[in-house]
């Protein structure tokens, strides 16, 4: 880690939580802005789970879990979560980063960022979550943590699968 | 066209075949085979091709008679021809003229029956397996239909089989089907659902909240392998202190179980923070369970049946539950909330009902369903088996064509399945040939309403509807044979062929659909069946690879196919529901199944392909370079080529084929690499079992690898 590019550290501090003002990692996160025209409508916007797999042999490469895919429970026994998410949906995604910078903190006490430009010609912008995305992001920690079995937070951190098949999938 | 001993030149006789309506069979119709895989095709010589564009073709050559071998003996040598450049001439990206002989592989011949002219590709089956998850696919006539597919599903239930036929109408045909729809008149009836709440106590004092919050921490902190902050201890001291005092407090009966239960909660989290950190097991919210008194609309049952009639209502999907033995279960009326949108309900009496789900917004219909739904039809029999035929006959009630497709009609559905396959769209000769084929409908139609004017006399509004609507079905039924020559020779054109009945006869041009799995069908395009080894030698070393997440290798291996999501949600394998596409507009992603173009996977779980061409074959593979995000169709990079794909140089390429792959068949992957050797052991059980030797060619025992 110690010869990774600074955008991939912030991405990395960003995608942990790092920059919580509680103490607690958990209480902040990261979210993902991706635009076709840097100067129009973002056209995917999610929070990043707390996993991050660069792949050395191919630098610039990161795989990333943007979180996707939550949904209500219905016919919910009281063990079942009231939220929950499907990991087909969840897939990993593959950020190819031809050039990041790191835009740095405002005056405001507000944390750096990343701007990724991705080979393809599409923009990514990794900031801190906020509002809804940090909500949802909540929801996939309460049920990553919580819920699932730590075997499959362990296979799901390997960002290694193309489908995922068993519950919840 | 001589018997010279290429097994591809067997299926060309279906081109001329098909072009005379009046044509004698040349063989027996019958349906396909479960799997293409090994069985050898029946072949009739013929040395007729289409004739030019518009004109009714010579009659088939064949005499009735004639000898049809079962089976053709070179099937089962040509396994493996020689690469061969691709450096040819012509637009065609693998030419035709590369072809080794022989070229196409023994396991991707069709079934034993070669269906002709009027007969059904697919006849509908008289018992549709009860439980299969995957059900039987079937050809529908015309071009309705996505694909001209749809699917027959006999789920289980304890009132019997719930007969399902599902299908994606094209956004061409969804004008007809909502022209079908009726408002209905709607009236109120009241009902109790059951409830479950949570107690003002626990919701005003966030008791659950934190104790969920507190286990969240120690759990994160524990996987990550770090101290438990001192704020979470805190946390936990109030949230105890709280428990405690209400305890003293509060002697109500339903607070008290509630008390109890996170208190139990509260014992687990502290054994965890003081006794190492282990995992805090899920906090559940203690709940009430209750029941209210509801209002809903419902269709008026005494209102007259003016035809189908619909209501609006938020997206559902039906509730399949596939147990362990894989038999899926629906009983014809659970349904779970899709994630966005809203769908049409449709009553079609008879106790069939519907479920549309439609491309764009009407007047009544405002919130589009996510991308991969758009389209869906499901068609519900009432409970019992043998409904297979009406399934197909209503249909017709949402004015779309409900026949089985007849063996012409799959060239026409082949020839554009090609034109999509090879991007031949914006070729000016097939602009033009899909321009006249849309006039030779309408001047047909003018000439069949010209015929059966004086039929429409005195037809009430719904008589006449019907009446239309039989029209164009019988114009475009009529139109057919010179469409079919029309576009045949367009794509030839395209393609460097010197015309249409030189494709025809050309290697790889098979225009019979294929099993892939037992729930579906595919066409191949022709020009990588012609020239497999063309397609190898472009990749070099490199094949295709799917990662499987959770590692359950076994689990899939003995489903027998690689599913794309949509189809394991009608499979009943998957039980949740994702926002996915209301984040990302890659409309279609999850109709398919995704893999990579990758090295040789070194570890396991994955699937892996060697030889590209065994699945890029199909006609309905697309692929990215790389990942894009929130991706509308053919954003930068979408290709349909393989050659396009054998350069892709990131790991996040994507190549996506429709509905799924036949794993232990025509589409088996070539090394099946497991985690451990109890799971290769059990894979090789499994196929033992089912006495399955040799997967692509090779003995299991070398495709099942640690």
Redesign the interface.
């Known amino acids: 880690m110690a010869d990774e590019p600074a955008w991939l550290t912030v991405l990395r501090s960003l995608v942990a939580g790092q920059h919580t003002p ?5 209480d902040a996160g990261a979210e993902m802005l ?1 635009f ?1 025209d840097p100067d129009g409508p ?5 929070p990043l789970a ?1 996993m991050l797999r660069p ?1 050395p042999e ?1 630098p610039g ?1 990161v ?1 990333i879990r ?1 979180v ?4 209500r ?3 919910r026994s ?2 079942d ?2 939220y ?8 990993r ?4 980063v031809a050039h990041g910078e790191v835009l740095p903190a405002d005056g405001d006490g507000q944390p750096s960022s990343v701007r990724l430009a ?5 923009t ?1 912008l990794v900031r801190p979550a906020s509002g809804e995305m940090l909500e949802e992001l909540q929801r996939w ?2 049920f990553t ?3 699932l079995p ?1 075997e ?5 951190a390997r960002l ?10 | 066209m001589g018997s010279d001993g290429k097994t591809a030149h067997q299926y060309h006789t279906i081109g001329p075949t098909l072009l005379d309506e009046q044509a004698p069979p040349a063989v027996l119709a019958g349906p396909l085979s479960p799997t293409d895989a090994g069985a050898g095709g029946q072949a009739v010589e013929t040395a007729a091709a289409g004739g030019p564009a518009g004109e009714p073709a010579p009659p088939a050559q064949p005499a009735p008679d004639l000898p049809v071998p079962s089976a053709m003996p070179e099937a089962s040598t040509a396994t493996d021809p020689p690469a061969t450049t691709l450096s040819g001439a012509g637009p065609a990206e693998f030419p035709a003229e590369t072809t080794p002989a022989g070229a196409t592989p023994a396991d991707t011949q069709p079934a034993d029956a070669v269906p002709a002219g009027d007969e059904p590709l697919t006849p509908i089956p008289e018992m549709i397996p009860r439980g299969d998850p995957l059900g039987v696919p079937l050809l529908v006539g015309g071009a309705d239909l996505d694909d001209s597919q749809a699917t027959l599903l006999a789920y289980d239930s304890p009132q019997g089989p719930r007969e399902v036929l599902v299908a994606t109408v094209t956004p061409d045909a969804e004008a007809k089907l909502l022209d079908a729809l009726t408002s209905t008149p709607m009236i109120e009836i009241h009902t109790e659902e059951q409830t479950s709440t949570r107690l003002a106590l626990d919701t005003d004092g966030h008791l659950f909240e934190q104790l969920a919050t507190v286990a969240k921490s120690i759990n994160h902190h524990a996987t990550a392998g770090d101290d438990i902050p001192a704020h979470t201890y805190a946390n936990f001291a109030t949230v105890a202190a709280q428990l405690d005092a209400l305890t003293d407090a509060d002697t109500d009966a339903g607070h008290a179980e509630m008390l109890e239960h996170y208190r139990a909660h509260a014992a687990a989290i502290e054994a965890s923070l003081h006794g190492g950190g282990g995992k805090v097991p899920h906090v559940t919210a203690f709940e009430q369970v209750g029941s209210r008194t509801v209002t809903r609309l419902v269709p008026d049952p005494d209102a007259l049946d003016p035809g189908p009639t619909v209501t609006v209502r938020p997206a559902t999907r039906p509730a399949v539950v596939l147990d362990s033995d894989g038999v899926a279960h629906w009983n014809g009326a659970d349904r779970t909330p899709a994630e966005q949108g809203q769908e049409y309900a449709l009553d079609l009496g008879d106790g069939y009902t519907a479920v549309y789900r439609p491309h764009a917004t009407t007047h009544d219909l405002t919130d589009l369903p996510q991308h991969s739904q758009r389209g869906r039809l499901e068609i519900v029999a009432p409970p019992g088996n043998g409904h297979g035929t009406d399934l197909v006959d209503k249909l017709g009630d949402l004015q779309l064509v409900n026949r089985t497709m007849t063996a012409a009609e799959g060239e026409w559905s082949y020839l554009r399945r090609q034109v999509w396959a090879q991007d031949l769209d914006a070729h000016p000769a097939v602009v033009q040939a899909l321009h006249t084929a849309g006039d030779l409908d309408d001047a047909t139609e003018h000439l069949l309403f010209a015929e059966r004017a004086p039929q429409a006399m005195g037809l009430d509004e719904r008589g006449l509807r019907t009446f239309a609507r039989s029209l164009r079905l019988d114009a475009e039924t009529r139109a057919l044979p010179a469409k079919i020559g029309v576009l045949r020779d367009a794509v030839a054109q395209a393609t460097g062929h010197t015309g249409g009945a030189a494709l025809a006869a050309s290697p790889g041009y098979d225009p019979h659909p294929r099993h892939s799995g037992r729930g579906w069908l595919r066409w191949d395009r022709f020009d990588v069946a012609a020239d497999p080894a063309a397609v190898r030698a472009r990749f070099g070393g490199r094949g295709l690879m799917h990662e499987i997440g959770s590692g359950n290798l076994h689990a899939i291996i003995r489903s027998g196919v690689l599913a794309s999501t949509e189809r394991r949600r009608l499979m009943g394998v998957t039980t949740g529901v994702g926002l996915s596409e209301t984040a990302d507009l890659n409309s279609g992603g999850a109709n398919s199944v995704f893999l990579r173009v990758a090295e040789t996977p070194a570890s396991g779980p994955v699937l892996f392909w060697e030889d590209p061409s065994v699945l890029l074959r199909r006609a309905d593979v697309y692929a990215y370079p790389l990942d894009n995000f929130g991706a509308e169709d053919r954003h930068e990079g979408y290709t349909r080529s393989p050659a396009t794909m054998a350069t892709f140089q990131h790991s996040s390429n994507e190549v996506m084929i429709r509905n799924g792959l036949d794993l232990l068949g025509a589409e088996a992957p070539s090394m099946i690499r497991c985690t451990t050797a109890a799971q290769r052991t059990q894979i090789l059980s499994l196929l033992r079992d089912r006495k399955i030797e040799k997967l692509g060619g090779r003995l299991v025992e070398q495709v099942v690898v640690l």
């Open positions: 509680t103490g607690e990692v958990l991706v076709n973002a056209v995917f916007q999610a707390r792949v191919e490469m795989w943007p996707v895919g939550g949904y429970p219905v016919h009281s063990q979560p009231y929950a998410f499907n990991l087909s949906t969840a897939r995604r593959g950020l190819a991705l080979h393809g010609g599409q990514a920690d309460t943590l919580l819920v730590s499959t937070l362990a296979d799901l290694s699968e193309d489908s995922w098949h068993g519950p919840y999938a």
